[in-house]
């Protein structure tokens, strides 16, 4: 069966959202809060795109350059996202489970403490708010940091694969069925 899923990403400044003290918002909306992660991203967000057609390998990218990789490899994926920020060293965990292994947000909240993740997933179409007020106000002396995640998950895409490139056939993402699509913010302890 074919998988392709999108993964959004970026980490707060905790700084900027203090001063900000808007709490409650979708991933894009607080973007402007995120900070510059490292290469390959030099971004403030990021996104790992995951496309797999069998069950034993898949093709990904944090550049827009997907790379064939074989699922008991994934350690190569997780040392590409370390580079982006050492919180993947627990983050990539994360990713794994959503992509490699399918995981939908009951998953993320089962294998994921979640006294240290607030989960909110989007229901009819509205884009899901995720709401920091109690954490931000009551336990910030406690965060290390706070991600925030949004993943698109779209049912068949078109594609073409040549050699050892994988091309996938469509102008946007709205040209394609999305599937399932949740939002959720990761607040890892000091």
């Not at 991203?41 to 990218?61: K, L």
């Not at 993402?173 to 959720?184: G, T, V």
Request: glycine share 4%; charged share 30%; net charge negative.
């Amino acid at each position: 069966m074919m998988n392709f899923t999108k993964i959004f990403f970026g980490k707060i400044d905790n700084c900027k959202l203090k001063v900000s003290q808007n709490y409650q918002r979708d991933f894009w909306g607080f973007h402007k809060d995120f900070e510059r992660l490292n290469e390959p991203i030099n971004w403030e967000h990021g996104v790992f795109q995951y496309f797999s057609n069998s069950a034993n390998e898949f093709w990904s990218t944090l550049t827009g350059d997907f790379k064939k990789n074989n699922t008991e490899k994934f350690i190569e994926v997780r040392n590409e996202l370390i580079k982006i920020h050492n919180d993947f060293i627990i983050l990539s965990d994360l990713i794994e489970l959503i992509s490699l292994n399918e995981g939908d947000i009951f998953d993320v909240k089962d294998d994921f403490d979640i006294n240290s993740a607030q989960i909110e997933e989007e229901k009819d179409e509205n884009i899901p708010l995720i709401d920091l007020t109690n954490h931000v106000i009551s336990d910030m002396n406690n965060v290390a940091s706070i991600w925030i995640f949004e993943v698109l998950r779209y049912d068949e895409v078109s594609y073409n694969i040549e050699e050892d490139g994988l091309d996938l056939v469509y102008k946007s993402s709205e040209d394609i069925k999305l599937k399932e699509r949740f939002s959720f913010a990761f607040l890892m302890n000091k």
